[in-house]
């Protein structure tokens, strides 16, 4: 399997090459020459497998330039003892159940794909003789779902920029109780922008960038993308566990995905692409609805920062979805010349009209969308727990709300749990006026001693930090 940029100046290359990379390098996004196929067949096979296995099993449909023995001992490590279940699906009423991926060491789904990534990467360095860099910004959960992946990897140094008093006390605990000598995080005197901004300017850099191996592993990381297909497969194979086996093959289910950078439900629209029966991808926005907003009406337009709203599923709160590129490029026929041009068209006007193809959305490609209020998001952590006794994050109560306008008789419809209540006690206090137990391990972590390094927002002072503490090849 090769892999190709979205805007068609890319040489085919293989997984282990595009796993370390993040852009294309004519700035467009990395995708496979072909999109592989699964039949019924194939499926009933991986039935029995092990979550770890079958992930094993679905990413070496894409990583097919590894000894195939390599990658489940990769797998092996990465869905191992870092998790405490196995991706369980729990009922909340009589049709909708959630799909638990927030049982890693961070609480929330990130760790899906980037607890693979801690264990891939490090492999490809270490064939290669190389190491690797991570410099990135971060408000919250991808900060800490990289340190935990990558924290005593060696070859790899993480260096995460942090906006100093902007984190909840336990995204702070999270991050800087790691005391890991490969783990950076640098708490910068500013806001989660300035934080973005030197990164950026850094990369920009491109002889820094070189000397010094930088890298990201953000969320467009193609691997990413493809490990977090790996769970829709499970999660249908669970939902069919229960029919008779003669009829599962014609057993289709829904999904709704708490949705941002469109990465978490691009994964689902992979895995139905690639013959899983999928019946619908229920999107589900909060206030910030540019993504809503283009399914209904086949109009993109991106937000500024200075345009978007601070709301009580953070993680959700994005301007711009940066794996859209990547749906809009099938929907164009994979054709790069077209997505060029549409994506021309994008920065030239700060929008883009796709509405001709706005019929297809919802019955070819079964995407469809909604969008969840504050309001909306307490309603739904209160009506959950009074039908099941079962806890909801802000994130999962989006999914929840948005998923309650498509249900259809004898479709099953499956939530993804994307966080722990427990990473966003707030506004479940607000909902239920108590908060979500917390575990003897989590209330240790809240007392640990914290370490940062402080910074004031200084590209100089930050390229001297990195130059001295980055590992190097010998
Ligand atoms: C990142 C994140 C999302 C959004 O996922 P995307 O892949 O960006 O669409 C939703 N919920 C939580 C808790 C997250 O951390």
Redesign the pocket.
Known sequence: MQYVSTRGGMAPASFSDILLEGLAPDGGLVMPQEVPQIGPAQLEAWRELSYAKLAAQVIGLYWTDIDPADLEGICARAYGDQFAAEVPLTAIDERTALVGL?EGPTL???DMAMQFLGEAIPYVLAKRGQTLNILGATS???GS?AEYAFRSKPGIAVFMLSPQGRMSAFQRAQMYSLDDENIHNIAADGVFDDCQQLVKELNGDLEFKAANSLGTVN?INLGRVIA?SVYYVWAWLRATDVVDADQRGQIKVSFS???????????GFLAKQMGLPVYLLVLATNENNVLDEFFRTGIYTPRTREHTLATS?P??D?SK???LERFVYLLLGSNPVALAAAWAELDANGSIDLSQYRAQFATEYGIVSGTSTHEDRLASIRATHEKSGIII?P??A?GVTVARGWHEPGVPMLVLE??KPQ??AETVREALGFEAEVSQELADLLARPQRTEEMAVDARELRAYIAHFAVHAN
């Open positions: 927030s929330a789904f990130k919250g959960d991808t779902a969320s977090q995905v708490p949705s941002g950078n469109f990465g978490n439900i691009f994964s599923s993680s959700m994005i979805a940066s794996n994050d994130h999962t989006d994307t966080a990473k966003f």
